[in-house]
């Protein structure tokens, strides 16, 4: 088992990554000081809930825990208002009180979902990662936890630190071939914005990684959270560097959008998103090698890297004014100038963003 810990002060937490870890669940409560008195509410999805639910469900028992359940659709459209009041009644029903911890199991919609169900539950109760995608590797760290508005992504959330992050990466192997390369544009993007020798680990070991080979995948995951727990320990709530990790975002955000949520899974939106800023860096005059590599990296791991060509230019224009990086007249975006080095760039005006994207439409 590998371990960091995100420090965060008397808020500091670890991240436990290793194969077989969900059978040491109940010991881990117990280490975190989750008590058995209170229910335990587990909220996963149709997808994952086959494979991982009875486990766990199981293992905390075994360990003296109640727990209630929770299941919502697979998809990014269960992080919505009307399934977050579901689950409220579910925590209610089951008397969940102010004791009681909310269990993410799952993806990134499963954890931020069940985060802000955490957070706005009588205030505010734990809750604990327990992530089974290798896109959650960087939603699961770091307390973001929202759901989204028809009018723009992560609009309503909050920022809710979890008690602990539980990484089975175990549960990694039985993704379907899409989700896995779609995780792994966030892996890469922790390199693209801290570390190019971890880029090019990435890139030598793309094959490795698309076939869920355990070693590399608890590799490139730790390194992926520590660049992310770093950061995270550095600026929180985002008012400076954590900003960073948003590389590609306000771009693959407004793409997830304009698709209504379903065209697009986060991933591939978020690598197209990053070929776009590489593509800005170069309008705004840094390298050509900064698309290039950014290009070339994302079409190895089967990601698609230009926008699809029916989108309209203005609907993504207009979901990026609703952005949270939208300030003042100007828009915020993160800009690589070299490969493994980014820069936050507040004034770039809306006519050079609608270049950009009117360069990146259509195929390749």
């Known amino acids: 088992m590998k371990q960091l810990t995100v420090d965060l002060g008397d808020r500091s937490y670890p991240i436990y990554i290793g194969a077989g870890l969900l059978d040491q669940a109940a010991e881990l409560f117990r280490q975190h000081g989750i008590g058995v008195k209170s229910p335990i509410l587990v909220v996963t999805d149709e997808q994952v ?71 706005s539950y009588m205030r505010g109760i734990r809750f604990i990662q327990m992530p089974t995608t290798i896109l959650a590797h960087d939603s699961s760290v770091g307390g973001k936890v929202a759901v989204n508005h028809p009018q723009g992504k992560n609009i309503i959330g909050a920022f809710h630190q979890p008690e602990f992050v539980l990484y089975d990466t175990a549960t990694l192997l039985t993704l379907p071939k899409r989700e896995v390369s779609a995780g792994l544009s966030e892996m890469i993007k922790h390199g693209l914005i801290w570390d190019r020798a971890f880029v090019d680990w990435c890139e030598e070991h793309a094959e490795d990684l698309l076939q869920l080979n355990l070693d590399a995948l608890e590799y490139g995951i730790y390194e992926g959270c520590k660049v992310k727990s770093i950061v995270v320990s550095q600026d929180e709530r985002e008012g400076g560097i954590r900003a960073i990790l948003n590389l590609g975002h306000t771009f693959g955000h407004a793409f997830e959008a304009v698709a209504g949520y379903g065209e697009l899974v986060h991933g591939e939106a978020i690598a197209i998103g990053m070929v776009c800023a590489a593509q800005l860096s170069v309008q705004l005059g840094h390298s050509e090698d900064i698309f290039t590599t950014t290009d070339r990296i994302f079409r190895k791991f089967g990601l698609p890297v230009r926008i699809p060509s029916h989108m309209d230019t203005d609907a993504i224009m207009g979901v990026m004014m609703h952005d949270k990086k939208f300030k003042e007249g100007s828009m915020v975006f993160i800009v690589p100038v070299d490969i493994g080095t980014v820069e936050i760039n507040s004034a770039i005006n809306s006519q050079t963003v609608r270049a950009v994207l009117e360069a990146m439409k259509g195929e390749a």
Do not use: C, F, M, W
Request: charged letters at 15%; hydrophobic letters at 50%.
């Open 49 to 119: 809930a086959p494979h991982y639910l009875d486990k766990v469900t199981n293992v905390l028992r075994a360990g003296g825990y109640q727990v209630a359940i929770a299941v919502v659709a697979a998809g990014e459209k269960s992080k919505s208002l009307a399934v977050l009041e579901q689950l409220v009644g579910i925590a209610l029903e089951a008397g969940l009180d102010r004791s009681s911890t909310i269990v993410a199991l799952g993806g990134g919609v499963v954890g931020d979902l069940a985060g802000y169900a955490a957070a």
